[in-house]
């Protein structure tokens, strides 16, 4: 499947969608110290860029939407922001401190999956981290949706991949030996009106009582 078109308007014409990231981005931004030279691959609403130069966090971006790299050059120099993909990243050896990959590995298939664990340790300096997210334990079948043109069915986001943390930690482990994978939940409170405010709590008192896996995330983190 092509996902280009997907996020080719997501990231341009739609990038209103990616408001309810804020709260974790910020989160994947607070793991990092200030001139940590970062990675952030697959830049959605550029909202990690945004958050990690307020920080002063050295921060350099992959994409394969002109579009949106062409944004991002604006603000982080054009040498920093490139058009590419994670199995074939355009930059040298031992280069990062970290590399953030929120909400993208359940896009890619098994092969294009497990060159993107490599090519993200040979850019990692050593006890350089790779961190991220993933939604966690989706259903990928709930999300399916048929094109009214063509008949093709899809998932609606182009998910490819469903983790649960003994999969994700199978895949990273390959390469990466000190590792933590564990379920969270990000709210954009400021993003949601009263009824979506009532059911984020109610949602978040289920994620303590564990009692619901759907709709949270799996954050994962590993050290070269």
Same mark, same amino acid.
């Given at each position: 499947?092509?996902?280009?078109?997907?996020?080719?308007?997501?990231?341009?014409? #739609?990038?209103?969608?990616?408001?309810?990231?804020?709260?974790?981005?910020?989160?994947?931004?607070?793991?990092?110290?200030?001139? /940590?030279?970062? +990675?952030?691959?697959?830049?959605? #609403?550029?909202?990690? $860029?945004?958050?990690?130069? =307020?920080?002063?966090? /050295?921060?350099?971006?992959? /994409?394969? &939407? =002109? %579009?949106?790299?062409?944004?991002?050059?604006? +603000? @982080?120099?054009?040498?920093?922001?490139?058009?590419?993909?994670?199995?074939?990243?355009?930059?040298?050896?031992?280069?990062? /401190?970290? @590399?953030?990959?929120?909400?993208?590995?359940?896009?890619?298939?098994?092969?294009?999956?497990?060159?993107?664990?490599? $090519?993200?340790?040979?850019?990692?300096?050593?006890?350089?981290?790779?961190?991220?997210?993933?939604?966690?334990?989706? &259903?990928?079948?709930?999300?399916?949706?048929?094109?009214?043109?063509?008949?093709?069915?899809?998932?609606?986001?182009?998910?490819?991949?469903?983790?649960? $943390?003994?999969?994700? %930690?199978?895949?990273? *482990?390959?390469?990466?030996?000190?590792?933590?994978?564990?379920?969270?939940?990000?709210?954009?409170?400021?993003?949601?009106?009263?009824?979506?405010?009532?059911?984020?709590?109610?949602?978040?008192?289920?994620?303590?009582?564990?009692?619901? %896996?759907?709709?949270? &995330?799996?954050?994962? *983190? #590993?050290?070269?």
């Amino acid at each position: 499947m092509n996902q280009n078109k997907i996020w080719d308007y997501f990231q341009n014409e #739609g990038v209103h969608s990616f408001e309810g990231s804020k709260s974790r981005l910020a989160f994947l931004v607070k793991q990092f110290n200030p001139c /940590d030279k970062i +990675l952030n691959i697959g830049v959605g #609403g550029c909202f990690f $860029e945004r958050i990690a130069l =307020e920080k002063k966090i /050295d921060v350099y971006s992959l /994409d394969p &939407n =002109e %579009k949106a790299i062409n944004v991002l050059q604006q +603000l @982080v120099g054009n040498s920093k922001a490139k058009v590419g993909y994670s199995q074939s990243i355009p930059f040298e050896n031992d280069f990062f /401190d970290g @590399v953030v990959m929120s909400e993208v590995l359940e896009h890619l298939s098994d092969e294009v999956l497990h060159t993107t664990i490599s $090519e993200v340790y040979r850019v990692l300096k050593v006890n350089g981290r790779f961190i991220g997210t993933v939604p966690y334990c989706e &259903n990928l079948l709930e999300q399916i949706v048929v094109c009214p043109d063509c008949g093709k069915k899809f998932h609606r986001w182009g998910h490819l991949q469903s983790f649960n $943390e003994r999969g994700l %930690k199978k895949l990273l *482990e390959r390469k990466f030996l000190s590792l933590h994978v564990k379920p969270k939940m990000f709210i954009s409170w400021k993003t949601l009106n009263w009824k979506g405010k009532v059911e984020a709590i109610l949602k978040y008192l289920f994620f303590m009582l564990n009692v619901k %896996k759907s709709g949270l &995330n799996l954050y994962f *983190e #590993g050290q070269k």
